[in-house]
């Protein structure tokens, strides 16, 4: 189900606030909204403690002290129940059971805190009490970090608990008391935990959908990227490419006094071929040379391009005129061996391919474009001798490579 979803965006329309994602993006926000929740756990248990510090010690200076003991006795358990969950929040592998411990220890507090006032005599101590049932009331809903659900079941339940022990063994519960703490305190408790959930929610959803757009964009950019340097017919690296690597071998292979290849691979008679089979077909036959020409670039630094039409450019860095004459003898072999059916080529009818094989090692004052200019010339002869052949550009004694106007 995508964000786009109407299901989905329904959480986030005023006014019909479920607090419930679709099945698969609840389950992503709960895993989300677990995390956050430890997190902020981790730190807010400190504060918890302080207040539940301040709080004891205030009701303790306060209560009459026929009270005290029983009260700190009963009181003690609701600090021992945040160190607990305080403790089990600084153990990663237990974050996912967070909504567990942290949804059970603030049921007990709750339970603790209600049960109290029915336990203890005198007014002023019942009173002092039901503060602690506000407190208690106030940290589950905005501080521990469950959701709304598990915060209300904890809350009501752990009331409950608290109310039927007091009623049970103690001596129940003024009502006239707990509604103006504890139910009022509850209620507003809920408001403002379902208004954060909410808000939480939207956040969540509104990242997720930054996020999702982020991706789609980037993954654009690398489609892009891609297509500009690669041939959309034959998936090879186009001429751009090409041009690129030609310039960082040449110079590379310049530094390092190395030699540097380039073949240019041309389809005999592929004019004759596109008006016999038609051009659809000629594209598939390109494809196919393509697929097989690529086996012969698999070493870093070696590049095969579609240098235009039906012309193919393979360069390899680093081999010398012996490799270079038995790679090109290699690809005329292997192009025949695909026994593409060329009625049209007169010799063998089937589809073959011409070789321009040029090897140099940059010296100062030469050019890649130089290079370039000598594989088409070996080109030529390759055709001039019949096609389905190759040949090595021999440069005539005394001609030299140099610069052209754009400096390549
Ligand atoms: N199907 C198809 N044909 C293409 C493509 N690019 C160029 N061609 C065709 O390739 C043919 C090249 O023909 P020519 O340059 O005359 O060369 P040739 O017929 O192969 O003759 P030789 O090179 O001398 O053997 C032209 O008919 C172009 O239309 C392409 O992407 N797809």
Request: glycine fraction near 8%.
């Amino acid at each position: 189900m995508s964000d786009t979803d109407p299901r989905s965006r329904r959480v986030v329309v005023p006014g019909v606030r479920w607090l419930r994602f679709p099945r698969r993006l609840e389950t992503e926000y709960r895993e989300y909204q677990c995390r956050e929740a430890v997190e902020g756990f981790r730190v807010n248990a400190f504060y918890i403690l302080l207040l539940y510090l301040l709080l004891i010690t205030g009701i303790y200076a306060l209560a009459p002290e026929a009270v005290r003991g029983r009260w700190l006795a009963t009181y003690i358990w609701v600090g021992v129940i945040v160190l607990v969950a305080g403790g089990l929040a600084q153990v990663s592998a237990l974050n996912r059971y967070f909504p567990w411990y942290a949804g059970l220890g603030s049921f007990l507090a709750v339970a603790v805190s209600m049960a109290i006032p029915g336990f203890i005599d005198g007014s002023v101590s019942v009173q002092l009490a039901h503060v602690s049932v506000i407190y208690a009331l106030v940290i589950v809903y905005a501080m521990v970090g469950l959701r709304f659900p598990v915060a209300v079941a904890a809350c009501w339940g752990g009331g409950l608990l608290g109310w039927w022990l007091s009623e049970r063994f103690g001596h129940g519960v003024d009502w006239q008391v707990a509604h103006r703490t504890y139910t009022g305190v509850s209620l507003l408790g809920m408001f403002l935990c379902y208004t954060s959930e909410v808000r939480d929610r939207q956040l969540f959803f509104n990242q997720r959908q930054l996020l999702r757009q982020q991706q789609r964009t980037q993954a654009l950019a690398e489609r892009l990227h891609r297509l500009s340097r690669e041939d959309s017919l034959t998936g090879l690296a186009n001429r751009r490419s090409f041009d690129e690597a030609l310039d960082r071998e040449w110079r590379r292979c310049q530094r390092e006094q190395q030699p540097l290849t380039i073949m240019l691979v041309d389809v005999d008679c592929f004019k004759a071929y596109n008006d016999h089979y038609g051009h659809l077909q000629g594209d598939r036959c390109l494809q196919q040379l393509s697929s097989e020409l690529r086996r012969y670039g698999r070493r870093g630094g070696d590049v095969v391009a579609r240098f235009g039409g039906e012309e193919f450019v393979l360069l390899y860095p680093g081999i010398a005129d012996t490799e270079a004459q038995q790679l090109a003898s290699r690809i005329c072999r292997s192009i025949r061996a695909l026994a593409m059916p060329h009625s049209c080529n007169p010799d063998t009818g089937e589809v073959t391919v011409s070789v321009g094989v040029a090897v140099l090692t940059p010296g100062p004052k030469q050019t890649a474009r130089a290079l370039l200019d000598a594989a088409d010339r070996a080109l030529y002869q390759a055709k001039q001798s019949g096609r389905d052949t190759w040949r090595l550009y021999e440069p005539p004694p005394r001609v030299r490579l140099v610069k052209d106007d754009k400096g390549l």
